[in-house]
């Protein structure tokens, strides 16, 4: 499953209107930040764990924001003294600055404190409950969009095992072919230095013991063997359930270090691109792996 995400849900009720949205991207770890109403903060803990039971890797960002539909039908309180103290004050400073007041009911009732509305009691259980179902709704969208997301990248990371694969096969194939080219041009170059009767001394058994010798350090049968049992064991995690993205990106690792051990035992320009072309594979994948949970 990818990591990158975004799901979006909504409640409401004949009380209150919460929305929910939720924003993923990659993250070595766990990391959850919630922007909610200071008011509210007694919920964070609740919705925090809600999201850890869906989510375990990646940096999730959940914004949430609060509605109370009953302020519309609440009582609305005049502060009359308040108003009159401004009203009295406007019309001295006109005095004062010798220009003519004009009071205006509009004008003073948007002083802060002259209209108020009563707070209204807020029952803390069926609130909690809206907003658990709010983020789980926008929980729902989120997955769905990390699961596409993962799928897509899981296509293209086994297309791009099956071609590290191949170039192994044909790193196997190469050397066997290149131990054999090899032991050709020995006979060839000592053929154009030595005579007939050197060549009978030095012997047959001398030019396979050169060859031995060449084809144990250029061996990179261990190699390729644990190379192909990592590439197992990646297309094995591919199969399996999130989260895998660490597992994922240590068998990568693993496949890396094969790869700068066969490039150590090169011995023909052909076997060394081939390993840069299977290490330039596997950083691409390591790239992708980043974003899988």
């Known amino acids: 499953m990818s990591m990158t995400g975004f799901g979006r849900g909504e ?15 990659n993250n070595r770890y766990g990391d959850i930040v919630i922007h909610m109403p200071r008011s509210l903060m007694r919920f964070e803990q609740d919705l925090r764990e809600v999201i850890q039971t869906r989510v375990s890797r990646g940096r999730v960002e959940l914004f949430l924001d609060f509605r109370d539909l009953r302020t519309e039908e609440g009582a609305v309180n005049l ?10 004050s406007l019309r001295e400073l006109a005095e004062r600055l010798g220009v003519p007041y004009t009071s205006s ?10 209209l108020d509305t009563e707070p209204q009691e807020i029952d803390a259980d069926s609130l909690r409950d809206l ?21 897509a990248l899981e296509t293209d990371l086994r297309e791009r095992l099956a071609e590290l694969s191949a170039a192994a096969a044909d ?6 072919t290149e131990v054999n080219a090899w032991r050709r041009r020995l006979t060839e170059r000592l053929e154009q230095v030595l005579n007939a009767e050197q060549m009978e001394y030095l012997g047959e058994s001398r030019i396979v013991a050169e060859v031995a010798l060449y084809a144990d350090k250029a061996d990179v049968n261990e190699e390729i063997q644990r190379l192909r049992s990592h590439i197992d064991m990646f297309d094995s995690l591919l199969s ?21 051990t066969l490039g150590s035992k090169s011995v023909s320009r052909e076997l060394t691109a081939k390993v840069i072309e299977q290490r330039s594979i596997v950083e691409r994948m390591r790239e992708q792996v980043q974003n899988i949970e």
Do not use: C
């Open 11 to 25: 409640v409401v009720s004949p009380d209150y209107r919460i929305t929910a949205e939720l924003r993923s991207v």
């Open 79 to 88: 502060n009359l003294p308040l108003a009159l103290s401004y009203d009295r």
């Open 105 to 114: 009911v509009e004008q003073l009732a948007l002083f802060k404190g002259v």
């Open 131 to 151: 907003f658990v179902e709010a983020v789980g709704l926008a929980l729902d969208e989120l997955t769905e969009m990390r699961r596409r997301e993962g799928a």
């Open 171 to 176: 790193v196997e194939i190469d050397q066997a």
């Open 240 to 260: 399996g359930e999130s989260p895998i993205g660490k597992q994922l990106d240590f068998v990568l690792q693993e496949m890396n270090r094969e790869l700068n």
